[in-house]
């Protein structure tokens, strides 16, 4: 089996890169208001503002998707750091896989 290779600075700069950018996919309260008053005819206001609200929707889902991504690298190494320290004090107490070693 190849070893997993990890280069932990790599991903922490990858980390504050991605989770630091600015990501503006917010749609403004005054699309998603209502626009009865403002077409002048309920059935286009209607369709309007469905589509304005499923368009709300989407950005709010791919604001969690980019901020889950972002998310991952520095989740990733805290997850291998941890799987190391337990493995380094299951070798230490003599059990080399170290099974059961919280």
């Known amino acids: 089996m190849a070893d997993l290779r990890v280069d932990e600075r790599t991903l922490t700069a990858v980390s504050t890169m991605v989770s630091t950018a600015s990501l503006d996919v917010e749609v403004p309260t005054t699309l998603t208001a209502g626009s009865a008053g403002e077409v002048g005819s309920t ?3 209607a369709v309007l503002d469905e589509t304005t609200g499923q368009l709300a929707r989407r950005s709010t889902l791919a604001y969690e998707a980019v901020q889950a991504m972002a998310d991952f690298p520095a989740r990733f190494v ?5 799987a190391e320290a337990r493995l380094s004090r299951g070798l230490s107490n003599g059990d080399p896989a170290g099974v059961g070693v919280e």
């Open 78 to 82: 805290l997850e291998i750091e941890q």
């Open 43 to 45: 059935s286009v206001a």
